[in-house]
């Protein structure tokens, strides 16, 4: 098993430019999740999913899209980069259940100019 | 008062030194927590779960206290490979959320 990738690995993007983070799992879990992770300010929920057609809003959800339309994959879309979304973001899967163990895949480190 | 809170360090220890973390977290219906073990520019893993009083694996001891409102880690003879940064995990009510702390962050000198 691959477990949970993302691509790219870095970008760079100018303000206002849009593009989709990918991310993909292997492993048939439920549950997926988009974090972003500041210095200084831990891991915060963007946007998750309990399967496939159901999404919903972490934390700090503005400027962000998501879809699921299949089981393995949860793509993030910034609609129009601002320089306040420069950051590493992580994606999550996990079976089910809130005592079953997050998966993270690599991160995308993302520079908005 | 933040639903999660951990004390940022850096914590330095030479090997071979005990070390403990606390984090203290905000919703009394909390039912299990977690902490996760992050790499410098790698993603979180894993590291122990607690659901009851406490857990305990090899060198690791994670304590729950439930009166107070906070869990602890201790480390055992620590390792230069501990050296990373230690999240605190504590799952919403609803159970679809997780809600990290900021971390705490350690080095282990030779």
């Known amino acids: 098993n691959a477990g949970v990738t993302q691509t790219p690995k870095f970008q760079v993007l100018k303000t206002g430019q849009s593009m989709t983070l990918q991310c993909a799992q292997d492993?048939?879990?439920?549950?997926m999740s988009w974090y972003r992770q500041d210095p200084g300010m831990g891991l915060r929920l963007i946007h998750y999913s309990v399967g496939a057609g159901i999404t919903d809003q972490g934390e700090v959800p503005n400027g962000y899209n998501v879809s699921r339309s299949t089981t393995e994959d949860f793509p993030l879309r910034l609609l129009s980069a601002a320089p306040s979304q420069t950051s590493v973001y992580f994606c999550a899967s996990r079976s089910g259940g809130r005592a079953d163990t997050q998966y993270f895949g690599p991160g995308t480190r993302l520079t908005v100019l | 008062r933040k639903e999660v809170e951990q004390d940022p360090g850096p914590f330095n220890v030479p090997e071979g030194a005990t070390v403990a973390f606390n984090c203290t977290y905000s919703n009394s219906a909390s039912q299990s927590f977690f902490w996760y073990r992050q790499d410098c520019r790698k993603e979180p893993k894993l590291l122990m779960s607690?659901?009851?009083s406490g857990n305990e694996d090899g060198r690791f001891t994670a304590q729950l206290n439930r009166a107070s409102q906070y869990i602890s880690l201790l480390i055992r003879d620590s390792k230069l490979s501990d050296s990373a940064t230690y999240l605190c995990v504590v799952p919403d009510t609803g159970g679809f959320k997780t809600i990290f702390g900021a971390g705490t962050r350690l080095f282990v000198k030779a």
């Open positions: 492993m048939n879990h439920e549950y």
């Open positions: 607690v659901y009851s």
